[in-house]
């Protein structure tokens, strides 16, 4: 079974800029994979921030970005705040109906 | 202002079967660009998406689950439904239901547009 792969924790300094990245045990992300990107907050259920590798979902600001950078999906934030501090999570679809769950990336801002 | 909302008990017994319902509002079930989800998460971990299900009915499970797994919907309720049997306390988890949007926007669009907050169940022996 493929595994989508996320790195487990990455750290930022405030107003600094950090890539997360969401790949493959197996081929590469692409437009057909549908790469979108949540923000979980503890207590609080997961927060759509980006889907279709770069369009922003309402009300989410312009320091997170999405893109593909070699064969994964990535999300960048420009400019980290306190309150970006939180867990990570992409998606892929992988046809056939069957969504994947990255294993998540704890962002820590300090 | 689309809003699901779990429900259902929250201590249940090894080997028994879990039965939880998504109540709908703002939105209907019967809606052609959206699928109906399900997706948990174990403490301390990461998400898992179980299964979805149609308007019309049609399913797709996490293969991982889905000998376990019924997904159902009661449009006349505007609301959706897990059955997962067999427990374990490897399912102790809190239960999303999730809405899918699988539809034209600009282009073609695929992605977990809104959430409910969320049901802890945990499995007790």
């Known amino acids: 079974q493929t595994v989508v792969t996320q790195e487990p924790s990455l750290s930022v300094s405030p107003g600094g800029t950090v890539t997360l990245t969401c790949g493959l045990s197996s081929g590469s992300v692409s437009t057909v994979k549908y790469p979108s990107w949540y923000q979980q907050t503890p207590g609080q259920p997961p927060r759509t921030i980006i889907y279709n590798i770069n369009i922003r979902s309402s009300g989410v600001p312009d320091r997170f970005s999405g893109s593909i950078l070699g064969n994964k999906a990535a999300l960048t934030i420009t400019g980290a705040q306190a309150n970006d501090e939180a867990h990570y999570y992409c998606v892929l679809y992988m046809g056939r109906g069957i969504s994947v769950f990255g294993g998540g990336t704890r962002l820590t801002v300090l | 202002q689309v809003q699901l909302q779990e429900s259902g008990p929250g201590l249940v017994k090894a080997s028994q079967t879990l039965s939880l319902t998504c109540t709908v509002s703002g939105a209907s079930i019967n809606s052609d660009d959206h699928y109906w989800n399900w997706i948990r998460q174990t403490a301390g971990k990461g998400l898992e998406w179980i299964g979805r299900i149609y308007s019309n009915g049609a399913t797709t499970y996490n293969p991982s689950l889905k000998s376990r797994v019924t997904i159902s919907l009661d449009a006349s309720k505007n609301q959706f439904s897990l059955s997962l049997s067999s427990l374990t306390a490897a399912d102790t988890a809190v239960y999303y239901c999730?809405?899918?949007?699988?539809?034209?926007?600009?282009?073609?669009?695929?992605?977990?547009?809104?959430w409910g907050q969320g049901a802890l169940v945990t499995v007790s022996p």
């Open positions: 999730a809405r899918l949007f699988s539809g034209y926007e600009v282009s073609f669009v695929y992605y977990f547009d809104h």
